[in-house]
Every structure is written in structure tokens, then in C-alpha cells.
Antibody, heavy 121, light 108 residues
Framework: QVQLVQSGAEVKKPGASVKVSCKAS????????MHWVRQAPGQGLEWMGI????????SYAQKFQGRVTMTRDTSTSTVYMELSSLRSEDTAVYYC??????????????WGQGTLVTVSS | SYVLTQPPSVSVAPGQTARITCGGN??????VHWYQQKPGQAPVLVVY???DRPSGIPERFSGSNSGNTATLTISRVEAGDEADYYC???????????FGTGTKVTVL
């Protein structure tokens, strides 16, 4: 079955960077886009960006442009999301979520289990 | 940017029907997707492309979309349906994926 397994919780100081991983299994990794979505405590869902695991091309939400980098490693079927210049407002659960085989399939299914990133001095 | 508005909460008795709305400018021209999120868990897709259900999702979950409002309908509500629900679209003008504000469904 399709499964996305994310790395464990992180605690970072303001100004630092964090890199979260998402390992995919149960399907052809390079055939489906991957998204990153975050959720601050008690808040709603916020889309961060998308990566095409096939060629590595990315598109980021304007809010995160310049601070977020999404990459992939096809040898391990893993995508990564790195967020820099962390501030307290970045404290959130970060999810990877599989997109479709092309951008016409613009829903997310399934989702990883989430990674809590806490930014605190 | 494109905005999706949902009611903060909906309450429903077991066995009754819950309707969750998602408002957006001409949302009927877009494909709407719905997610269920239980406390401490990742979201789960329950409806995609306005009204299609992924495998494993009960027929009690259905969707519609027209004009400026999309609706997720949960028939014969069960205690296990208590969760937060989010609508989502892709906004072509910004090439961004947008989520609604979320609705907490409480089963009385």
C-alpha cells in the first residue's frame, strides 16, 4: 500500500534551519508529485509547495519563497523540505502529501504522519 | 489570493445529516476536494473532484459544487465522523493550492 513516512520531531532555535524528510513506498516514486503542507497549533492547513520527483522541479507558495527548499533523492524514494530563518511562527506540524501523476490531479492523497517542528529559544 | 470560507462549527445528532459549506468566488468552476482530520492525526481525503469518493470512504460522504458554494454532506452521521473538515482547490490564477478555514463537526 502507498505509504509516506516522515522523520521525527525537531526543536530548533530562532534563525536556524530545519530539514524534514518523507520516505515514500508502495508506488513508483517518480510518477507522482509531492506536496508539503503545514499546520500551526490549533490552526488550519497551509500549502507550502510542490516538487516533481521525476525531474526535481519545484514551485513554492509565495509566502515561503526564499526560505523553503524542496529536494528529492530518487535512490531512496525520499523527498526533503528545508525551511530556513526559522521564527516562532514556524512552529507547526509539517506534512508531506502525495499529489497526482500530473497537475490535473490537484488533490492530496495520502498524507504522511506529520513532523512537529518547534521553534523556541 | 483566492479565499475559501467555511463555518467554524457544525453540530448534528447521530443518524442525522450534516452539511458543511465551502464558499468561494465562482467556486463552481473549480474542482473541490474535502479532507477529514481527527485530533492528532493527518488529514484523510474523503471526496475529490467535487463528488467522487476514494476507495474505502463510505457512501455516506458525498459532495456537490455549484455557483459560489461547494458542500460536503455526511448522511446518517456516526460518532466516528466527529472531526475537522477542510475543503481545498487549486487556484489557477496564482498556481497555488488553497485550503478552506476548516469546520469542526460535533456529534451530539
Amino acid at each position: 500500500q502507498v505509504q509516506l513516512v516522515q522523520s521525527g520531531a525537531e526543536v530548533k532555535k530562532p534563525g536556524a534551519s530545519v530539514k524534514v524528510s518523507c520516505k515514500a513506498s508502495g508506488y513508483t516514486f517518480t510518477s507522482y508529485y509531492m506536496h508539503w503542507v503545514r499546520q500551526a497549533p490549533g490552526q488550519g492547513l497551509e500549502w507550502m509547495g510542490i516538487i516533481n520527483p521525476s525531474g526535481g522541479s519545484t514551485s513554492y507558495a509565495q509566502k515561503f519563497q526564499g526560505r523553503v527548499t524542496m529536494t528529492r533523492d530518487t535512490s531512496t524514494s525520499t523527498v526533503y523540505m528545508e525551511l530556513s530563518s526559522l521564527r516562532s511562527e514556524d512552529t507547526a506540524v509539517y506534512y508531506c502529501a502525495r499529489g497526482g501523476p500530473n497537475v490535473d490531479y490537484n488533490w492530496f492523497d495520502p498524507w504522511g504522519q506529520g513532523t512537529l517542528v518547534t521553534v523556541s529559544s | 489570493s483566492y479565499v475559501l470560507t467555511q463555518p467554524p462549527s457544525v453540530s448534528v445528532a447521530p443518524g442525522q445529516t450534516a452539511r458543511i459549506t465551502c464558499g468561494g468566488n465562482n467556486i463552481g468552476s473549480k474542482s473541490v476536494h474535502w479532507y477529514q482530520q481527527k485530533p492528532g492525526q493527518a488529514p484523510v481525503l474523503v471526496v475529490y473532484d467535487d463528488s467522487d469518493r476514494p476507495s474505502g470512504i463510505p457512501e455516506r460522504f458525498s459532495g456537490s459544487n455549484s455557483g459560489n458554494t461547494a458542500t460536503l454532506t455526511i448522511s446518517r452521521v456516526e460518532a466516528g465522523d466527529e472531526a475537522d473538515y477542510y475543503c481545498q482547490v487549486w487556484d489557477s490564477s496564482s498556481d497555488h493550492y488553497v485550503f478552506g478555514t476548516g469546520t469542526k463537526v460535533t456529534v451530539l
